[in-house]
Nanobody, 115 residues
Framework: QVQLVESGGGLVQAGGSLRLSCAASGRSFSSALMAWFRQAPGKEREFVAQIARSGGSTYYADSVKGRFTISRDNAKNTVYLQMNSLKPEDTAVYYC????????WGQGTQVTVSS
């Protein structure tokens, strides 16, 4: 069982930066593949980035590649998403996901990028 709580969302101007955090509880965090997804109004939830259990391998959606960086600290049971050069089209609710046999989701954090 993994419980996830996201934080760090907010309102930012285009070109700005935000850092999202996802704090996990439960013994399975270090063995979980972690990812971020997002869902914009009227759209389906989409993949943003993922990071391997060891943190040594990452993968990004083309739309965020070069601007976003996912990282994790297994000692703190936390995964991060550093978002730079934000664009209005990045506006969405961002969700943390843990895959460890089953899929676990956080409640989401709102990111709004104004033009």
């Amino acid at each position: 069982q993994v419980q996830l709580v996201e934080s760090g969302g907010g309102l930012v101007q285009a070109g700005g930066s935000l850092r999202l955090s996802c704090a996990a509880s439960g013994r399975s965090f270090s063995s979980a593949l972690m990812a971020w997804f997002r869902q914009a109004p009227g759209k389906e939830r989409e993949f943003v980035a993922q990071i391997a259990r060891s943190g040594g391998s990452t993968y990004y959606a083309d739309s965020v590649k070069g601007r976003f960086t996912i990282s994790r600290d297994n000692a703190k049971n936390t995964v991060y998403l550093q978002m730079n050069s934000l664009k209005p089209e990045d506006t969405a609710v961002y969700y943390c996901n843990a895959h460890s046999g089953l899929d676990y989701w956080g409640q989401g954090t709102q990111v709004t990028v104004s033009s």
